[in-house]
């Protein structure tokens, strides 16, 4: 299927039908299903009701409407570079889809949207063990961080540093 039989845009409100399983294939093959708490109206709340949203979603989609892929992002703001960055929080592409270029089309799609919004960089996390998306972002001229560690914080151990009392 050629990628001439899709376009890149952003998404509205009446895609979130054909978003969701999008998510949730992204959910399956990452293997966080199990807390995957997305729904139609969080999508609604969170990205079409309220301006600015609390995040953007492109969507690769097929001339007869289906979508094939999205990426989700978001703008940080400036800190040292005085330049925002736009971060990648998803990308996906339905596996029907997959060998068509999507994901590179989304990505330079993002990367339009970075430069159109004065950003100084994209980024982005990747799994480990998918190293099929390495190869992918490494064709596309990305490299990995060898600087900077991925950390995160939740579930028990971030509601026990909330509820620690300040030394101070």
Same mark, same amino acid.
């Given at each position: 299927?050629?990628?001439?039989?899709?376009?890149?845009?952003?998404?509205?409100?009446?895609?979130?039908?054909?978003?969701?399983?999008?998510?949730?294939?992204?959910?399956?093959?990452?293997?966080?299903?199990?807390?995957?708490?997305?729904?139609?109206?969080?999508?609604?709340?969170?990205?079409?009701?309220?301006?600015?949203?609390?995040?953007?979603?492109?969507?690769?989609?097929?001339?007869?409407?289906?979508?094939?892929?999205?990426?989700?992002?978001?703008?940080?703001?400036?800190?040292?570079?005085?330049?925002?960055?736009?971060? $990648?929080?998803?990308?996906?592409?339905?596996?029907?889809?997959? !060998?068509? %270029?999507?994901? /590179?089309? @989304?990505?330079?799609? #993002?990367?339009?949207?970075?430069?159109?919004?004065?950003?100084?960089? $994209?980024?982005?996390?990747?799994?480990?063990?998918?190293?099929? !998306?390495? %190869?992918?972002? /490494?064709? @596309?001229?990305?490299? #990995?961080?060898?600087?900077?560690?991925?950390?995160?914080?939740?579930?028990?151990?971030?509601?026990?540093?909330?509820?620690?009392?300040?030394?101070?």
């Amino acid at each position: 299927m050629p990628t001439s039989l899709f376009r890149v845009d952003l998404a509205t409100a009446a895609d979130i039908p054909a978003l969701l399983p999008l998510m949730e294939g992204l959910a399956d093959f990452e293997h966080y299903r199990d807390t995957f708490a997305i729904t139609p109206e969080i999508l609604y709340q969170q990205g079409f009701a309220q301006q600015p949203p609390d995040f953007y979603c492109l969507v690769a989609r097929h001339v007869e409407g289906q979508l094939g892929g999205m990426l989700v992002y978001y703008f940080l703001p400036f800190t040292a570079s005085a330049k925002p960055t736009l971060f $990648i929080k998803e990308l996906f592409v339905d596996e029907a889809y997959r !060998g068509h %270029r999507l994901g /590179e089309e @989304l990505m330079r799609a #993002a990367a339009h949207a970075a430069v159109t919004h004065g950003c100084g960089a $994209i980024r982005w996390a990747v799994a480990a063990w998918n190293e099929a !998306g390495r %190869r992918f972002y /490494e064709r @596309l001229g990305a490299q #990995a961080n060898p600087v900077w560690v991925d950390y995160s914080l939740s579930g028990d151990a971030l509601v026990s540093l909330a509820n620690t009392p300040s030394r101070s």
